[in-house]
């Protein structure tokens, strides 16, 4: 299992877009994405901490599949 952190220690406080993939995954990289992280499997979690509100969380992220 491979662990992989978006957070301040490891991406900045500026926003960015990040592209999540499964291991062999031979796609178009979207415009704007900052980091392509490679995972281990084809399945990923994602847990999230907010720190000021809950809306703004949702807000902050968008999930979109790689031929959007």
Excluded: E, N, Q
Excluded at 3 to 22: D, E, M, N, S
Excluded at 30 to 44: A, F, R, S
């Amino acid at each position: 299992m491979g662990l992989f952190c978006l957070g301040r220690r490891t991406t900045g406080t500026k926003p960015g877009k990040f592209a999540i993939v499964p291991p062999g995954w031979k796609g178009a990289i979207p415009k704007g994405v900052t980091k392509v992280i490679i995972t281990t499997t084809p399945k990923v979690w994602l847990w999230g901490r907010d720190t000021c509100s809950r809306r703004r969380f949702l807000y902050d992220f968008k999930i979109l599949p790689a031929y959007a």
